[in-house]
């Protein structure tokens, strides 16, 4: 055994000695390098891309790698290296030069400018066949992705003297494909209505006008899959599956996106545990086993994974565990699972540079504010993770890449943050009718102006009794304090002469900020100042018309919003607590408002969502005086439904007038189990109890204080004309004077 190990590690090494042998015996030392045929391209620059000099050595190798170096450049066409006689012979054919590229067909500039990102060939550089076709397919996929599926391209190439070219694109746009249907197949547990509210495609219909949601786009549809996802795991479906996405082709040209959805089994929460360092402090972490013990039992969801691991990511942080690296093991036991999560401590490296690449927009601070960690600092897994994380939330980018590259010889760590922008513009068109009258809402928002982060909107909204006029100008990390800052300029007219006798013309700024004060819990302050016009008809009471005339007030606000919700939109559980004052500081009347709402969802069983929510508002003045007019209260209309808007409560003669404190509560529950098979309606029944009472300015109107209640059944329902919701109610208790509305519905819209 021991021979025959002898006989061939012998063979072997005669194997790799002849090997070394045999390639060396070939290399030669170059003499002389000759460079022919290049005209514009000097020598000493093809030289410096073969990277050979005088005296090198020469195999048939490195022959191969001069000539595959070449080629990468783009510069030449056809490339002969030869090797003779200890002469090294480089002989090239130069590509034209790219004098002038033509785009016929489009003149949109926002189009071009899409469909051109990353084409190789520009004006001034060297042409190439290959590359000329690769950029025609980048085109037309780039124009699907706009939405023109039956987009046709021919390029002429037209090879004029001294070796340069002209290139034209011939573009035939054709129609944008549309979406006439949206159908989602499968397992998909919930209804279309549902699930066409996650998406962000839309059905075409003929007031979308305005959208661009309607067209058949694969990064949109990309996104669809992604939310559609995220949706069905913050719901228990941790093995959702969106099995396949497609788009068919009707005999007029437009297209049914079709979502086929597994969703699956439901999964739950088991046993959560925390598994930390010996040398950390388990009592800090209470927190988060509490978490745990409230967790368990209840549906799967990756939103409540966030939560922990947030919680972990602070107090790891507060307590200074700098190196340190966060994980989740799962354990899955039939439709339970377990979840160990554990720290790690890592080994100890520090930030060498941080760099940012992309952002031709965005300014680089802008992005910077959202890194946790900064050059110089120690490395945290948990806080590069947050800062990308951050970034991206911006909304700023179509894409965000990192790359975190690591120095093992000085124990550094560079990070990378590559972007790509997107247009951060938006247009919104709005409109409704209904019981109580229509509306209309146009807005024009930026949310990223001139690259600073910084949010711009106007907007104007109409409706029956007034018309109202806003801009805005919201900065989300006001001189670098992480607290934004807004600031409003509105004006409007509320003419209520018809059914509370007087008219008000209000114009007035406010600046205030808001931040997050604690976990869950924001704090706002602001303040504004307001002037307003006053007046009176012929069916105003003799105490009314004393208060026409024009008023200067200014108020301190200041709010706290405790937000416990899984999610703000399509909210299923969890509360929220708000209270908000009005304090006057230049006033006539003095009037103090205050606000409280609260808010708590429940699903108590597969589907549904109840709520229960209680609502108070408060005008009196501090100095004893009355109240104006226009800062009367009046029942919001989803808080009394059975009764008409603004026809509630004290009544001056045939005016209502409101009261000086109103209150309420609500409460409702969906189900779903009446027409399961009916994909675009869905079914309520709820309950409004409310009361609008007192008048400072005469006693003998302060009768009104009755609970007005009401039960009823609602429904929303995706119709042709857009959403449609409407209710029928029995109202239980009003006072003789209230106005009572059994029907009421709304169908309203977006065109944008």
Known sequence: MCRTFLIIKLYLSIFFINLFVITNSYSEPIDKIIIDGNERITSETIQMFSNVNNGDQINSNILNQITKSLYETNFFSNVSVIFENNILKINVIENPIIQNINYEGIKST??????????KLKERISYNDYLLKKDKEIITLNLRNEGYYFSKIEVDTNFLEDNKVDIQYNINLGNKSKIKKITFIGNKIFKDKKLKNIIISEESKFWKFLSNKKYLNQN?????????????????YYGVQIRSTFAKMDETGNFELVYNIDAKEKFFFNNLALKIPDDFNRENYKKVTKLFSDLKGKNYSIYSIEKILEKIETISIQDEYESIKATVEENIVQNKIDLLFEIKETERYFVDRINIFGNNVTQENVIRNQFEIDEGDPFNDILAKKSINGVKALGFFDNVQDEIITDEINKTKIINLSVTEKPTGEILAGAGIGTSGGSATFSVKENNYLGKGVGLQASTTIDDNSIKGKFAISNPNFLNSDKTA???????????????????????VSAGTNFEYYEDLSLGFGQSFFYESIDTNSTASN???????????????FDVDYDKRNQKYQTSSGFRSFYSANIPIISETNTLTNTYSYSVYEEL?????????????TARSVSGDDVKLSERLFLPENKLRGFERGKTGPKDGEDFIGGNYISSINISSTLPQILPNSQNTDFLVFFDAANIWYVDYDQQLNSSNKIRSSIGVGIDMFTILGPLNFSLSQPLTKKRTDITERFRFNLGTTFW
């Open 110 to 119: 926002d189009l071009k400018e899409k469909i051109l990102k990353n084409i």
């Open 486 to 508: 807004r600031f409003l300029l509105e004006s409007s007219e509320t003419d209520l002469l018809k059914t509370s006798g007087y008219k008000s013309n209000k114009t007035g």
């Open 543 to 557: 105490r009314q018309k004393t208060q026409e005339g024009d008023y200067w007030d200014s108020f301190l606000k």
């Open 220 to 236: 949109i549809i990309n996104l669809d899959v992604s939310l559609l996802k995220n949706f069905y795991l913050n719901k228990g």
């Open 605 to 617: 069983y597969e589907n549904n969502v109840s709520k229960f929510s209680f609502f108070a508002r």
